[in-house]
């Protein structure tokens, strides 16, 4: 534990301070204090990579929201970034999202953007699975109805996972920055329940994705499926924020529940688990959890 409480405080220190002109790697260690070597290896072996390629992986993304959000040249872009040459970090650029920054500036192709996820959402999750005697807490859930027009859906499928950790040891986890960079989406980039029709022989129901636009047609890596969906409402269960931030599954699972309890028939739909993904959103404690479901309405 002590390990993961360092990796999480570099984490948190990364997220606090690295657009700061000073900010360094060197800077981080001295935070927790820890040795670099030590800190790369406890880094590596709890996310899987070292500490300057976690800082590079952020540092990069915001550099690419940076070129997608202003009119900064590219080497404006560069130095913001913590490199010190143009060419230095348009190679570094190329080598993650295989693309130079003035193409994705023109373009705005999807790359895969990295999300910073803290390291002790992963124990909370194992631990929450743990506790099987656990109450479902049964949190006010905000409902809204959004009316969807025929619309693609854009998905990474899955052949085996179950749930977000299992799928991103199944998959990897650079599908949510790829989704998210995607400007036309509808909605954030989640974890999806396929209908059936969208099944494919030899995968589970489990994918992620997002909606966009019949009309997009912006390249995407091979392992990305498309396919179009036709109207239809989407229920959004949202619930209540919360404190302890290891309390995610449990906001979650309050969502479900509301979705389980809720009559649709009273409010003029059904639901439409055959025409539509349904989706979980995740859960943050300032906003709470998110999910969304599929209806459509009742002819009357």
Not at 77 to 97: D, P
Not at 258 to 280: C, L, Q, V
Request: aromatic share 12%; with cysteine; glycine share 4%.
């Amino acid at each position: 534990m002590n390990e993961i409480e360092a990796v999480l405080r570099m984490q948190a220190y990364i997220k606090a301070h690295f657009q700061e002109e000073d900010f360094s790697t060197e800077k981080i260690c001295r935070a927790v204090g820890y040795s670099r070597r030590h800190a790369d290896r406890i880094f590596k072996q709890q996310l899987g990579k070292t500490l300057q390629d976690y800082v590079n992986a952020v540092c990069l993304t915001e550099s690419a929201n940076e070129l997608a959000g202003t009119k900064n040249s590219v080497l404006q872009v560069a130095l913001n970034s913590h490199f010190t040459s143009h060419e230095g970090f348009t190679r570094s650029f190329c080598r993650r999202f295989h693309v130079t920054p003035s193409e994705y500036r023109e373009k705005l192709i999807p790359i895969p953007m990295f999300v910073q996820y803290p390291i002790n959402h992963y124990y909370a999750l194992l631990k929450y699975k743990e506790e099987t005697n656990m109450s479902k807490d049964l949190s006010l859930c905000m409902i809204t109805a959004k009316e969807r027009p025929a619309r693609k859906l854009i998905y990474l499928p899955s052949r085996s996972a179950e749930d977000y950790f299992s799928y991103c040891e199944e998959i990897g986890c650079e599908w949510e920055g790829l989704l998210n960079s995607i400007g036309e989406k509808f909605d954030t980039a989640a974890l999806m329940e396929l209908p059936e029709f969208l099944v494919e022989e030899g995968f589970s129901k489990m994918a992620a994705g997002i909606e966009v636009p019949l009309e997009f047609d912006k390249p995407l890596p091979n392992e990305y499926r498309t396919a179009e969906l036709e109207p239809c409402v989407m229920l959004y269960f949202q619930t209540e924020p919360y404190e302890d931030e290891e309390d995610f599954c449990k906001a979650i699972e309050s969502a479900y529940a509301a979705i389980e309890r809720y009559n649709p028939e009273a409010y003029g739909y059904k639901m439409g688990d055959d025409i539509a993904p349904s989706f979980n959103f995740g859960a943050d404690a300032g906003t709470g959890a998110k999910l969304s479901v599929p209806a459509v309405k009742i002819s009357e």
